[in-house]
Structures are given as structure tokens and as C-alpha cells.
């Protein structure tokens, strides 16, 4: 079964950064696609970032020139570099694999929280 597990959340203040972490069981990450999504108090879970198997990224409107996403594969572990954190991107933080392609996930993780100060 696949486990997916983030951390790296925290409190910031507006500003700031943080890198969120994602490891996986086993050797999977080099070979599906990975993302990275939200979900704000009252909200719907939403995409902020995803790598494609062969690398390609794709990002939210909201966050792009803040966000970068990023693989280890030999840390089977996928990366969210924040920078530039606004109030508005305080949420938990989740991470998934798709294992047919990065249109839908099929395993996600327990979620990080990210809560921004302003």
C-alpha cells in the first residue's frame, strides 16, 4: 500500500518561507506523477502545484513565481518550496500520487498545516 507522508508545516509570518517535504514508501516517486494541494478553513481541496513523471510542472495560478515543486527520487521525496507566504495561503497542505497520470490522484498523505500570520 502506498504511504505518502508531508512535513514542514508551521507557522510564518507573511513573508516568509517554507519547504514542505513529502516521502514516500518505497521507490515510487520517480516513477508517478506527484502534486501538491490544499485546503483552506471552509474550502474545497485545491491544486497548488504537481511533476509529471518526466518532470514537467504545472501551478496554480495563485502561487506561481512563489511556489516551485521539486523531486528526489532518490529520496522518493517531492518538495514545496514557498516563499513569499501570504495569509491567504494558511491551509493544510496535502500531497498525492497519481499513478495513471497528474489529472487525479490516488493516494494522499495525512496532510501538514501552514498557517500564516499576518
Known amino acids: 500500500q502506498v504511504q505518502l507522508v508531508e512535513s514542514g508545516g508551521g507557522l510564518v509570518e507573511a513573508g516568509g518561507s517554507l519547504r514542505l517535504s513529502c516521502t514516500a514508501s518505497?521507490?515510487?516517486?520517480?516513477?508517478?506523477?506527484m502534486g501538491w494541494y490544499r485546503q483552506g478553513p471552509g474550502n474545497q481541496r485545491e491544486l497548488v502545484a504537481r511533476?509529471?513523471?518526466?518532470?514537467?510542472?504545472d501551478y496554480a495560478d495563485f502561487v506561481k513565481g512563489r511556489f516551485a515543486i521539486s523531486r528526489d527520487n532518490a529520496k522518493n521525496t517531492v518538495y514545496l518550496q514557498m516563499n513569499s507566504l501570504k495569509p491567504e495561503d494558511t491551509a493544510v497542505y496535502y500531497c498525492?500520487?497519481?499513478?495513471?497520470?497528474?489529472?487525479?490522484?490516488?493516494?494522499w498523505g495525512r496532510g501538514t498545516q501552514v498557517t500564516v500570520s499576518s
Open positions: 498525492g500520487i497519481g499513478l495513471v497520470s497528474w489529472v487525479k490522484m490516488d493516494y
Open positions: 518505497g521507490s515510487i516517486v520517480s516513477r508517478n506523477a
Open positions: 511533476i509529471s513523471r518526466g518532470g514537467s510542472t
